[in-house]
């Protein structure tokens, strides 16, 4: 009894169907990861968001933007709400006194301690899984850039905030390497001082604290600029 088998024509035409569907069902698995990862983006924004809620539930105010160490570099925000999203063991190893304890590079006592603390630490929601940069983290730096950041207002290029006053001045340091300029302190996690909800005239609801940032910003001259919290 003979077999008979395929003949080069009908194995060409099988191929190419499969072809065809893998062609057609590739995009439909990428989007689908795709909506994964920007559903995860959004779940860090809310699970920030709750955090921010429960330490103003436990101060009566927002964790300031950034606190000055005194006599240098201090933590942002981000340090301060740890303790919200499951990172009390991260948080209870930080230093928070001493001079430059928010300096993350080698060569200063402070800093470098809890550098080490926050090396290797799970931090993923403050990144943005659907964000096409690399991970930044550099043997000075060993914690890896957030991608979401804290509003503190809008000011414009004169120094002018949409709240009369609430400014605050920056930055001029480290051989050039950061711009003189203003900051507004009109937003939500403003410079040394933590805003109340009670401050927020134009209710909670209709105010933005966090922001995600997950890809290069552009300046005028197409400069690649990465925005640091």
Not at 32 to 59: F, I
Not at 112 to 131: D, I, M
Not at 133 to 154: K, M
Request: glycine letters at 10%; a neutral charge; one cysteine or more.
């Amino acid at each position: 009894m003979r077999r008979r088998a395929f003949t080069l024509i009908e194995l060409l035409v099988v191929i190419a169907i499969i072809a065809v569907l893998i062609a057609l069902l590739l995009p439909a698995v990428q989007q689908a990861r795709e909506a994964a990862r920007r559903t995860q983006c959004k779940n860090n924004l809310k699970q920030m968001g709750l955090a921010l809620h429960n330490y103003h539930d436990a101060y009566n105010m927002f964790p300031p933007g950034v606190i000055a160490s005194g006599s240098g570099w201090g933590m942002s925000w981000y340090m301060r709400i740890l303790p919200y999203v499951d990172q009390a063991p991260v948080f209870n190893k930080l230093t928070f006194s001493g001079s430059n304890y928010g300096w993350a590079y080698t060569g200063i006592a402070e800093g470098n301690a809890n550098g080490q603390v926050l090396k290797g630490a799970s931090l993923n929601f403050t990144l943005c899984p659907s964000s096409p940069l690399p991970p930044t983290v550099t043997a000075d730096i060993p914690v890896t850039d957030p991608q979401y950041y804290g509003i503190s207002g809008i000011v414009d290029g004169n120094g002018v905030t949409n709240q009369a006053g609430r400014t605050t001045p920056c930055c001029s340091c480290c051989g050039g390497q950061q711009s003189t300029g203003t900051l507004s302190s009109s937003g939500m996690l403003v410079p040394t001082e933590g805003i109340k909800l009670s401050a927020v005239t134009d209710g909670s609801s209709n105010s933005a604290i966090v922001g995600e940032a997950s890809m290069f910003i552009w300046n005028s001259e197409r400069v690649v600029l990465v925005l640091f919290n």
